[in-house]
């Protein structure tokens, strides 16, 4: 049985996601305060959170900022704010999803099962791939170097740090060099479900890439944008097996 930590100070709303959870198959626990919601994501083991912004004790922002490279778990931010900025700086801090106040609650659960089934898919090909070993093909391109099989990537020879949408999406840009994708395809092809979204997910989500692949992230060469049409991934060296 999965379980989801509900970080959420309004109990009503909490409790409505804590029982649609449970009539799903799901166990859930509810916490409102946020610092105690970061010391029980490192003391158990979580599937999956559901994390309000505005929390006391600690805002769902930094508890995002401070559990994305140390706990390997897909974060959704819940939030009533619902400017643009707002959504790009979860998504920025590394959430892999956002979900709008008042939400649909059979939506949100459709949203949780999505995220857990494509997390436990890449927990278990990296397992695979680790045991792969020698065998796995290794894609290449000047001084980045991806592992697809054992999800994990290396500029310089210094492994770097991705939430799984990250990877993805540079999983993808990598086994397809050299074509303009758009927004929207991109969004297809990585989030891999029906949801109404705005540019801004897909547009932060390659900023972060940017930021840790690119020598210059203002000067980019791998993720190249090409204005009016989408984003391109330029063949910088050709992949090669090892």
Not at 78 to 83: P, Q, R
């Amino acid at each position: 049985m999965k379980k989801i930590l509900i970080v959420e100070d309004e109990m009503e709303i909490a409790e409505i996601e804590r029982d649609y959870l449970e009539i799903s198959g799901m166990s859930a626990d509810i916490i409102t305060d946020g610092a105690e919601a970061l010391a029980a994501l490192y003391e158990k083991n979580y599937d999956l959170v559901l994390l309000d912004v505005m929390l006391p004790g600690k805002s769902g922002y930094e508890i995002c900022r401070e559990i994305r490279d140390s706990i390997k778990i897909p974060i959704l931010m819940v939030t009533a704010k619902t400017e643009p900025l707002d959504r790009v700086r979860g998504l920025g801090l590394g959430a892999d999803d956002y979900i709008i106040k008042p939400f649909d609650p059979a939506e949100l659960v459709a949203r949780v099962k999505a995220h857990l089934a494509q997390f436990e898919r890449l927990t278990a090909v990296s397992v695979a791939g680790a045991a792969k070993g020698a065998d796995e093909e290794i894609l290449v391109y000047g001084d980045l170097k991806i592992l697809p099989q054992a999800y994990k990537a290396y500029k310089n020879g210094q492994e770097l740090k991705f939430a799984t949408r990250e990877f993805e999406l540079l999983l993808f840009f990598a086994k397809n060099p050299n074509i303009v994708f758009t927004k929207e395809r991109l969004f297809e092809e990585v989030w891999g479900y029906e949801y109404i979204s705005d540019a801004s997910t897909v547009t932060v989500h390659i900023n972060r890439i940017r930021e840790k692949i690119e020598n210059d992230p203002k000067n980019p060469q791998f993720i190249e944008t090409v204005w009016g049409a989408g984003y391109r991934f330029n063949r910088i060296q050709k992949h090669e097996n090892k």
